[in-house]
């Protein structure tokens, strides 16, 4: 590993240390060469022939001569701010739109796969924007979502208020700046993804929700997904997203280029009240403040609690995110269950044919409205074909045999899809998609017994090593394949060296300049920042410093007991819980929860609404206590000492409990060799306290 790092790389270690970041990694890591067009890192390469010649390949072969996107893209446009940062209440800057622009510049960037680079310019939109005359419009520009307002008799009806407090209230500035102040009646989240409720406090106060002067609406089953699709495997997220949103490359024609539904996440305050409406038919009509509205629930498609709306007075209709400038993730690299996009296809299926025939305009929560019946029919059969294709076609493969590790290089899109821009996986890849799928009806395994119990990769790569003649051969060979552009088949092999030597220096810097080029080449973000963070990691190291901390105290409080109790049994080791054998009784008096906690074969487990007859210890704490024992504010200890906890009971089994518990830190190696030989220390914390959630944006 080497002992210095680029100035970039400190810098992003200093705001990972000193902020909050949210959903998607945020933090602004702007590099000043990038105008100029020089790569960030000495180690980098410049886009080798073999790629230049892919990018040139595609510029002829794409629809580059539809231009719409790019017409609807700028339509309606109002005014955007003089500045181009927002900075979070804390110091660090939240949100850097300037970042970019050397997207703007009119080049080709051969770093940058040609239909990236269109996706990349269209998301540099920014300011406010008209949809409907006079009654609906749009801040672009401001996060990773669009932030929406809906006029109403006396106010604003808000649309998914981003991802964090400061960029939404700017976002409200300016709306009130252009078109005169008025209070927000009412707050709708589209979905349970942070990037579209975290910055509710920069337009609402939570009082005014309390009492009911404004509503917040959501579809049902909201708080818990919200919360619990970030906690079980949140620890492991939150590493796995330094790939997946590229946190370590700063803003690039080398690095970070766009996350596909918008920049990039704001680094500021995630924050969240519960809403006090929720929707719960499949189609509820509902008038705020004279603005009507149907409301759609889509559950199970981009996220597990989803809804589109439908204005009938504006003949408008808001796809959430179910319908954006891309298809979307079935399987989102960073992590999470996989979806399911037949019912993705059958939902947008049922707007086109109850809404599709008389809306005059589509927005959504990400990327640019479409406005005119046909366009809109045409852009909701594209993806609506588009996830049922996926589906249909790579379970017609899967019948003919076709497994998890060849689909990948077999699945393809028909022609006429692949001409049509709204049906470009962006977002997702065809490629890692197509595999989700199998791995929805079939799982990993392709059926053969010699994967079904692998070997770890560094228990195989050595036999490999061996086999192929030792490392100097690998390292020949792989540059051999390098010069002639096979990138694939040269990471076949480098990989193997890699596992097998992770102190080979000279193996992790082919391995890097491998990675590099293959995400030069890669049309979706995601891929190209995996590939690209790799490189990054394996030439300099994994960052140091403070991890991303995400568990604000609205976090905490929307977070169940329950679902705190089952968390406390993934931190727990296993192996040093055996032989222990009790149980405990919670109660919560101020909410009236109770539970039975047990201890046995060395697994922990807890039942809601019950009380055990003869439990080894019994734990009394009012919820709002506990929540500071969550958060990290206090221990149980210190409560105990305040009279605000009570133990009865053998004090031995909450000692016992407390041992096994682990703390957990996203500081583990995603590629060999790249972990500091010294680790740093880091903070101690209470094992009580809730583990870092990966606050789920945009996926």
């Known amino acids: 590993m080497h002992t210095k790092l680029p100035l970039v790389a400190l810098t992003l270690i200093f705001i990972l240390a000193n902020s909050a970041i949210a959903a998607g990694g945020g933090g602004v890591v702007a590099d000043p060469g990038a105008m100029e067009g020089k790569h960030f890192d000495p180690k980098g390469n410049s886009p080798s022939q073999f790629t230049i010649e892919l990018q040139n390949g595609l510029r002829k072969t794409l629809p580059f001569e539809d231009k719409r996107d790019f017409e609807e893209a700028q339509r309606g446009f109002i005014a955007a701010p003089a500045y181009k940062q927002i900075m979070a209440d804390a110091g660090n800057v939240a949100w850097d739109m300037g970042s970019y622009e050397f997207l703007l510049q009119g080049k080709d960037f051969d770093s940058i796969n040609p239909s990236l680079q269109r996706q990349a310019i269209l998301n540099m939109a920014y300011g406010l924007y008209e949809v409907v005359p006079g009654e609906i419009y749009q801040v672009r520009g401001f996060d990773l979502a669009n932030i929406s307002f809906i006029k109403t008799n006396t106010g604003w009806i808000v649309f998914d208020p981003l991802t964090s407090k400061e960029t939404a209230r700017a976002a409200l500035e300016l709306v009130n700046e252009k078109l005169g102040k008025r209070p927000v009646v009412a707050v709708v989240y589209s979905h349970s993804h942070g990037d579209h409720f975290g910055g509710v406090r920069g337009v609402v106060d939570e009082a005014d929700v309390k009492s009911g002067k404004v509503k917040i609406i959501a579809p049902a089953g909201f708080m818990e997904h919200a919360i619990a699709e970030n906690v079980y495997a949140g620890n492991a997220m939150t590493r796995r997203m330094y790939f997946q949103y590229g946190v370590l490359l700063p803003r690039s024609p080398f690095g970070h280029v766009d996350q596909s539904i918008g920049k990039n996440t704001a680094a500021g305050n995630l924050g969240l009240i519960e809403p006090n409406v929720y929707i ?66 059958k939902n947008i299926n049922n707007a086109l044919y109850r809404y599709g025939n008389n809306a005059q305009v589509m927005f959504a929560s990400h990327s640019w409205p479409r406005w005119g019946n046909e366009r809109i029919q045409e852009v909701m059969r594209t993806q609506r074909d588009a996830y049922a294709h996926l589906n249909n076609e790579v379970l017609h493969l899967a019948n003919n045999g076709v497994t998890i590790n060849e689909i990948q290089n077999v699945y393809q899109l028909p022609d006429s899809l692949k001409k049509q821009w709204a049906a470009h996986s962006y977002h997702g890849s065809e490629e890692h998609n197509s595999r989700a799928v199998i791995n929805r009806y079939l799982g990993y395994w392709d059926a ?14 050595p036999l490999y090593v061996e086999m192929m003649g030792g490392s100097s051969k690998i390292l020949a060979k792989g540059r051999q394949l390098y010069k002639q552009g096979k990138y694939r088949e040269a990471m076949e092999i480098v990989n193997k060296l890699v596992y097998a030597q992770p102190d080979n220096t000279a193996a992790k810097d082919l391995l890097a300049d491998i990675f590099e080029q293959i995400g030069y080449q890669k049309e979706s ?60 009784n919670l109660s919560t008096p101020d909410n009236g929860e109770k539970f039975v906690v047990e201890m046995s074969n060395s697994a922990l487990t807890n039942i809601k609404g019950q009380q055990a007859a003869n439990p080894t210890l019994a734990i009394t704490i009012n919820r709002s206590d506990l929540e500071q024992v969550m958060g990290g504010q206090t221990t149980f200890d210190q409560l105990l000492a305040q009279g605000k906890a009570q133990f009865d009971g053998d004090r031995k089994a909450f000692d016992q409990l407390k041992s096994t518990l682990t703390v957990f ?35």
């Open 280 to 345: 719960t038919e499949p189609f509820e009509k509902m008038t705020v403040d004279g603005v009507e509205m149907e409301f759609q629930n889509t559950p199970g498609t981009e996220a597990p609690a989803e809804m589109n709306t439908y204005f009938p007075q504006y003949k408008a209709f808001w796809a959430a995110e179910n319908i954006t400038g891309t298809i979307h993730n079935i399987y989102t690299l960073r992590g999470a269950l996989v979806r399911d996009p037949l019912a993705w296809s």
């Open 448 to 461: 053969n017994p010699a994967t079904l119990i692998p070997l770890s990769p560094k228990d195989s790569a």
């Open 525 to 584: 973000p995601s891929v190209r920042n995996s590939f690209l963070g790799a490189a990054y990691e394996l030439r300099h190291g994994m960052p140091t410093g403070a991890s991303p901390k995400s568990n604000g105290p609205d976090m905490i409080r929307a977070m169940t007991t329950e679902l705190w109790l089952n968390s406390l049994a993934i931190s727990m080791d296993g192996k040093k819980a055996a032989g222990m054998n009790f149980v405990i």
């Open 665 to 699: 830190k996203p500081d583990f190696e995603l590629m060999p060799g790249t972990k500091p030989k010294v680790d740093v220390p880091m903070k101690p914390r209470d094992p009580f306290e809730v583990q870092n959630l990966a606050v789920t944006g945009g996926e």
